[in-house]
């Protein structure tokens, strides 16, 4: 399966039945494709190391939470490039990706950092929302 949202199949590479059919992913397929797993999990693996480190003052730990913020946030759009297959709309893909990021973090309810003081009703009601709108967006080249 390919990492990114496809408009439709490339050219030779076979659906899941082998068909090789030309079917724009299927909107739970979207879903799962848009979101980045891949940067969120690494922002949890690095928030709970921070928040299990009682060792570091509050500062100090805000600052990394931040730092792992941003490299997520630089980080979604550069791994999906580098994910990206021939004829991958990988632009709708990276934008859609890159504005989920920062309210998964958010849903997260870090204790540092700029997120430290969530609500944790409105980020589960702000992933929620996102979460289903994007399985109306089609991708497009």
């Known amino acids: 399966m ?3 949202a496809r408009y439709r199949r490339a050219p030779g590479v076979a659906d899941d039945a082998g068909l090789g ?7 739970i397929d979207r879903v799962a494709k ?7 999990t690494l922002f949890l693996g690095a928030k709970n190391l921070i928040e299990a480190n009682v060792a570091w003052p ?22 999906l490039f580098l994910r990206r297959e021939r004829d991958q709309p990988w ?11 920062p309210l998964w973090a958010y849903a ?3 204790k540092f950092g700029w997120f430290a003081r969530n609500d944790p009703t409105v980020a589960g009601l702000l992933v929620i929302i996102y979460t289903f709108a994007l399985a109306l967006v089609p991708p497009k080249r």
């Open 2 to 4: 390919a990492r990114l």
């Open 21 to 27: 059919s030309a079917a724009v992913d299927k909107p």
């Open 34 to 40: 848009y979101v980045p797993a891949e940067t969120v």
């Open 58 to 79: 509050a500062e100090k730990a805000a600052i990394w939470m931040n730092i792992c913020f941003v490299i997520g946030v630089v980080g979604t759009p550069v791994y």
């Open 91 to 101: 632009i709708v893909n990276t934008l859609i990706a890159t504005i989920a990021f």
């Open 108 to 110: 997260l309810g870090c």
